[in-house]
């Protein structure tokens, strides 16, 4: 496992901004051109270069709190969390990693894209 792969499952399942479009990370792709993320989109999944492009939204976490009556917290984090899960974009049980095959090979590994 490389630092990129290590990096990408500490955030594995979380909302992540790619350009201007947000998504989940669900897994780490590479082939004989490049690293990648694997992310889910609303309708549609992708690899992105793992060279630049992407932000992590973590930062979010404590950002415009609010409790609930039930007693739980929300923020700006779990918010845009709900969003994806709404527009379908579930989080998964398990990290791809799909290593050395063309990514037009494994675009939707096992999963409906």
């Known amino acids: 496992m490389n630092d990129i792969e290590r990096e990408l ?20 792709g590479e082939d004989e051109d490049d690293c990648y993320l694997i ?3 609303p309708r549609r999944r992708s690899w ?9 939204l973590t930062t979010l976490l404590g950002q415009g ?9 929300w923020n700006d984090f779990t918010r845009l969390d ?7 974009c579930l989080r998964q049980e398990e990290f791809f990693r799909i ?3 063309k990514r037009s090979e494994a675009s939707a590994p096992n999963q409906p894209s």
Not at 11 to 27: A, D, K, S, T, Y
Not at 48 to 56: D, E, K, N, S
């Open 9 to 28: 499952r500490a955030h594995f399942n979380e909302p992540i901004l790619v350009c201007f479009e947000l998504g989940r990370l669900i897994g780490y």
């Open 39 to 41: 992310v889910d989109f």
């Open 48 to 56: 992105c270069t793992a060279v630049g492009g992407y932000m992590y």
């Open 65 to 73: 709190i609010v409790y609930s009556q039930t007693g739980e917290i």
């Open 82 to 88: 709900s969003l994806l899960e709404l527009n379908g």
């Open 99 to 101: 290593i050395d095959v």
